[in-house]
């Protein structure tokens, strides 16, 4: 079954354009039983204070005026890709990593010393990433 993940186009041209990386499978299956299986396996979701979530949100650049948002709404967050007019939930795993809700990619979170977050990374199913620096 193939199916169009928004998320993983919207960030893969991205990522293409500056990279090696390869998205798709020789089939073009975008699935990864593995990781899927992990995600289906989580249970019991918790979540971080407003508050809390507040420091993960902003602008990251993933290339020359090409912006992921990342923002809080109703205690939630939420990822945009760029160019993209339909947001993703994050769903809070551990520390500063969170799923992306109905799509085989995470999300981590990098701060520097002083706890400020830089950072993110969006690791999808196949192996493939993508990093954006806070604006």
Do not use: H
């Amino acid at each position: 079954m193939k199916t169009t993940n928004a998320l993983l186009i919207a960030i893969s041209s991205l990522v293409l354009t500056q990279s090696a990386f390869c998205f798709a499978r020789p089939n073009g299956s975008t699935s990864d039983p593995l990781t899927t299986q992990a995600i289906r396996g989580w249970s019991g979701w918790t979540t971080e204070s407003t508050d809390s979530l507040e420091r993960y949100a902003g602008d990251y650049e993933m290339g020359p005026g090409e912006q992921l948002k990342i923002s809080v709404s109703d205690g939630k967050l939420y990822l945009l890709p760029p160019g993209e007019t339909n947001k993703a939930e994050l769903k809070w795993v551990r520390e500063s990593e969170f799923a992306v809700e109905g799509e085989q990619a995470r999300v981590f979170f990098r701060a520097d010393n002083s706890g400020q977050v830089t950072e993110v990374e969006v690791r999808f199913g196949n192996g493939a990433s993508a990093t954006a620096k806070k604006r």
